[in-house]
């Protein structure tokens, strides 16, 4: 079975600084790697994905994520966090195409001014 | 990117009722649905996949007769929480599938049981 790690319940960054969030995951095969952030008493919202090809992959608000086969990692970065950044954020697998996701624990971004 | 509209927002019924929520793609058709369950600070476990014209299927340990899902067209979903009891108050968000590696959610609905 497949499962995601996300490293971290709860992450901290002031204004400007650099966020990065980690996410491993467990899979036979190099599955599909979603990012989705969720703000409070809202539904799940698409940052980023990889299927195939560029193993950096760009995304919306300015955040990025790289596949990195070898650690079976796809962490997110943001070079700049900025206070609307603040919210609930989930890494997801997806072992083949049709199939179901599954997310890791996620990991909440607490913004400082 | 595709919308997908959940409704109610949120809801408060009493204890031994029954309550719907529906999920609908707007401007997709979505052959394949998912309902999630989000209990405070955790992550969302899939509780159903429903596939258009077909029965659900659910996930291990959801009991398929007191979470109803219907999906009798491309467009919506539904799910019915019956005899609801104050532990089944929960925040449920669908999901909805246009391509293979894309999904789509719906803003979510909280569920009080008092």
């Known amino acids: 079975a497949q499962s995601v790690t996300q490293l971290g319940s709860h992450v901290s960054v002031s204004e400007g600084a650099l966020v990065l969030l980690r996410c491993n995951y467990s899979s036979s095969v190099p599955p599909y790697l979603f990012w989705y952030v969720q703000y409070p008493n809202q539904g799940l919202q698409l940052l980023l994905k990889?299927?195939?090809?560029?193993?950096l992959v760009k995304g919306i608000n300015g955040f990025e994520a790289e596949f990195k086969k070898s650690e079976t990692s796809f962490h997110l970065t943001k070079p700049s966090a900025h206070m609307s950044d603040a919210a609930e954020y989930f890494c997801?697998?997806?072992?083949?195409?049709?199939?179901?996701?599954?997310f890791g624990g996620g990991t909440r971004v607490l913004v400082k001014p | 990117g595709a919308v997908v509209s959940q409704h109610p927002s949120w809801v408060i019924c009493k204890s031994g009722t029954s309550v719907k929520i529906e999920c609908r793609s707007l401007?997709?058709?979505?052959?394949?649905m998912f309902w999630y369950r989000q209990f405070p600070k955790q992550s969302l476990m899939l509780m159903a996949t429903s596939n258009e014209g077909s029965k659900a299927t659910y996930e291990q340990g959801v009991e398929k007769d007191k979470f109803l899902i219907n999906h009798a067209s491309l467009t919506l979903s539904t799910l019915t929480v019956t005899s609801a009891h104050p532990e089944d108050s929960s925040f449920y968000i669908c999901s909805a599938r246009d391509k293979e590696t894309e999904a789509f959610f719906g803003q979510g609905t909280r569920l009080t049981v008092v």
């Open positions: 401007d997709f058709q979505a052959t394949t």
């Open positions: 990889y299927t195939t090809g560029a193993t």
């Open positions: 997801a697998v997806m072992k083949a195409a049709g199939n179901k996701l599954t």
